[in-house]
């Protein structure tokens, strides 16, 4: 079936460091994917998107490009605030008629001053 | 106001005791869920929804119940609650064919005493 592996944290940085967190994943077909992050206390929130291989999703600074030839939507950001700390998850679509995300465990963000 | 609400924000109950966590959403979304977030396992489905009447179990369903009599609502019930259901519980919707993704609700924060 479909799964989803995101790099595991906590990742912890110095502010205006640059951030990468790593997603793969194993797909039926080309799904969409996502990523979400959940602030401290709060609900997830959708951060970006693909839709389509080489398709880049981008948002707040943040940027995932899609690339079909490495099943990979890896996360970056090229100078990360105190307050982007937060828990970050990678959720392709799956392809059946359902049409579930399929999230991964989550990778906790601690940005210091 | 817009959006997709949860209610109560924070329960204790006892052990035994039935209880009902709320979920109502005003887009007329087709497709709900029901997740629960626990440290280590990240966000498990409970159950999920196609649209009123149409439901099925995700991956951790017992001890659970839904209903979905209107499309708006769709209400997660424990029938006897038990200490492993202490847990951060969130609802979800999504309008399929739209690639948009979920929106979840702010989460009820459940303790089982």
């Known amino acids: 079936g479909d799964s989803v592996t995101q790099m595991e944290g906590p990742v912890t940085l110095s502010e205006e460091a640059f951030l990468t967190i790593n997603c793969t994943y194993t797909?039926?077909?080309?799904?969409?994917l996502f990523w979400y992050v959940q602030y401290p206390g709060e609900g997830l929130q959708l951060l970006l998107k693909?839709?389509?291989?080489?398709d880049k999703g981008s948002n707040k600074g943040f940027e995932a490009t899609y690339r079909k030839e490495t099943t990979s939507f890896h996360l970056e950001k090229g100078s990360v605030q105190v307050s982007d700390s937060a828990v970050y998850f990678c959720?392709?679509?799956?392809?059946?008629?359902?049409?579930?995300?399929?999230f991964g465990a989550g990778t906790q963000v601690v940005v210091t001053p | 106001d817009a959006g997709i609400t949860q209610s109560p924000r924070y329960k204790i109950t006892e052990t035994g005791r039935q209880v009902t966590l709320m979920c109502h959403q005003t887009?007329?979304?087709?497709?709900m869920f029901w997740y629960r977030q626990d440290l280590g396992h990240g966000l498990r489905l409970i159950y999920y929804?196609?649209?009123?009447?149409?439901?099925d179990k995700g991956e951790v369903p017992d001890g659970y119940v839904v209903s979905r009599s209107k499309t708006e609502n769709f209400p997660l019930t424990l029938e006897s609650a038990t200490r492993s259901q202490t847990s951060v519980y969130f609802c979800?919707?999504?309008?399929?064919?739209?690639?948009?993704?979920?929106?979840f609700g702010s989460g009820t924060r459940l303790t089982v005493v």
């Open positions: 979800a919707s999504s309008q399929p064919g739209t690639a948009s993704g979920y929106t």
């Open positions: 797909a039926t077909g080309y799904p969409s």
């Open positions: 693909a839709t389509k291989a080489d």
């Open positions: 959720a392709p679509l799956t392809t059946d008629s359902w049409g579930k995300l399929q």
């Open positions: 887009w007329s979304h087709s497709y």
């Open positions: 929804s196609a649209a009123a009447d149409i439901t």
